[in-house]
């Protein structure tokens, strides 16, 4: 396995020394020089289904070579999606490692298999641009590690009792900053404007939006009743819902947004969440997700993916699930809304 440290941090898109020697925020110029150099890459959905289906392959290859290799996604770790460090801290660009890809049981895997593995997942990574990180690393050592230093890609396989493949993404942009490249800059126009502001005037007040968000975030959480045993969710003590401004084509209204506190549970009678309890509160939230017209982008549809986003691209509505071993948290954003008018 690669050290989680140094994976989340690949020289030249994602660097344990870019992190060390831009501790700061990084700059407008060198961010703009940043984001051209991502735009130069494809998005980060391209870049997610091309490499889960290369660890896909390199499973199929293992079981060929291997008898009794049958390979499935890790329950015991999660998709994990992160920002990217200095240069790119600032230009909306996210890294992602995906859930290790596993033998389901104990396979015995003689040098010889091994040798015949490595060989061919060698002739495989080599199409993403990934070499061993250690050219003179022998066949036979119980893990390889190909890297794109171009790219910030990361390939690794490993055997111990089995064999495991693991993938990093290197930062990349999403596709909703590409569709951005044909928005002109600034603020928006007025006549945009005056036609988001009669879009505002047609939906329900701020406050009302938010005690409908408050109350889908906890009809999801009950979704969780069928693995929960004395634990219960809890809302963040001390978060305070600050109105935000939106984003275009309302940036110029008075429009608002609120951002919830975490809604959270730990499971302490459980040594993991169970994938089907899991399953129900993605499914939940899916559902709930849908009425306030919010959907997954094309990463989170993958299965096994432990951090699902609902995103309504129009009015920026959110709502987010996500687990770790122990833990479930889902929190919400309302979409834009103007705030109730006062009595005089």
């Known amino acids: 396995?690669?050290?989680?440290?140094?994976?989340?941090?690949?020289?030249?898109?994602?660097?344990?020394?870019?992190?060390?020697?831009?501790?700061?925020?990084?700059?407008?110029?060198?961010?703009?020089?940043?984001?051209?150099?991502?735009?130069?890459?494809?998005?980060?959905?391209?870049?997610?289904?091309?490499?889960?289906a290369l660890t896909v392959e390199l499973g199929a290859i293992a079981a060929e070579i291997i008898p009794g290799a049958v390979f499935e996604w890790s329950r015991s770790d999660f998709l994990n999606t992160q920002q990217c460090p200095a240069p790119y801290d600032q230009t909306g660009g996210q890294m992602i490692t995906l859930e290790s890809y596993r033998t389901t049981e104990p396979v015995a895997v003689s040098d010889e298999m091994w040798q015949r593995f490595t060989g061919r997942a060698r002739e495989v990574v080599v199409g993403v641009g990934a070499t061993p990180t250690d050219p003179a690393a022998d066949s036979q050592a119980s893990g390889l590690t190909f890297r794109s230093t171009g790219n910030g890609t990361e390939i690794?396989?490993?055997?111990?009792?089995?064999?495991?493949?693991?993938?990093?993404?290197?930062?990349?942009?999403?596709?909703?900053?590409?569709?951005?490249?044909?928005?002109?800059?600034?603020?928006?126009?007025?006549?945009?404007?005056?036609?988001?502001?009669?879009?505002?005037?047609?939906r329900r007040d701020l406050d009302s939006e938010l005690a409908d968000m408050r109350s889908a975030v906890e009809e999801i959480g009950a979704a969780a009743d069928g693995f929960l045993h004395t634990e219960s969710f809890a809302w963040e003590r001390g978060a305070s819902n600050q109105p935000k401004p939106c984003e275009r084509p309302y940036d110029?209204?008075?429009?608002?947004?609120?951002?919830?506190?975490?809604?959270?549970?730990?499971?302490?009678?459980?040594?993991?969440?169970?994938?089907?309890g899991w399953q129900q509160v993605t499914d939940?939230?899916?559902?709930?997700?849908?009425?306030?017209?919010?959907?997954?982008?094309?990463?989170?549809?993958?299965?096994?993916?432990?951090?699902?986003?609902?995103?309504?691209?129009?009015?920026?509505?959110?709502?987010?699930?996500?687990?770790?071993q122990n833990t479930v948290t889902i929190s919400a954003r309302t979409g834009c809304r103007l705030a109730a008018e006062k009595p005089r």
Do not use: W
Request: with cysteine; hydrophobic share 40%; proline share 6%.
């Open 1 to 52: 396995m690669v050290s989680i440290g140094c994976l989340l941090a690949v020289v030249p898109l994602a660097g344990c020394d870019a992190a060390r020697t831009h501790p700061e925020i990084t700059g407008p110029a060198e961010t703009a020089a940043a984001e051209q150099r991502l735009r130069e890459l494809p998005s980060v959905e391209t870049e997610f289904v091309r490499m889960r």
């Open 156 to 202: 690794s396989i490993g055997r111990s009792r089995g064999v495991t493949v693991s993938a990093h993404i290197g930062c990349r942009l999403p596709e909703s900053e590409f569709a951005g490249d044909s928005q002109p800059d600034g603020p928006t126009d007025r006549d945009r404007t005056a036609a988001a502001e009669q879009s505002l005037l047609q």
């Open 252 to 276: 110029q209204t008075k429009g608002a947004t609120l951002e919830l506190g975490d809604y959270e549970v730990e499971v302490v009678s459980l040594s993991a969440i169970p994938d089907t």
């Open 284 to 324: 939940r939230a899916r559902d709930v997700a849908a009425r306030f017209g919010a959907a997954l982008p094309l990463v989170s549809v993958m299965p096994g993916n432990y951090f699902q986003n609902f995103v309504n691209e129009e009015d920026g509505a959110r709502i987010t699930v996500r687990k770790d």
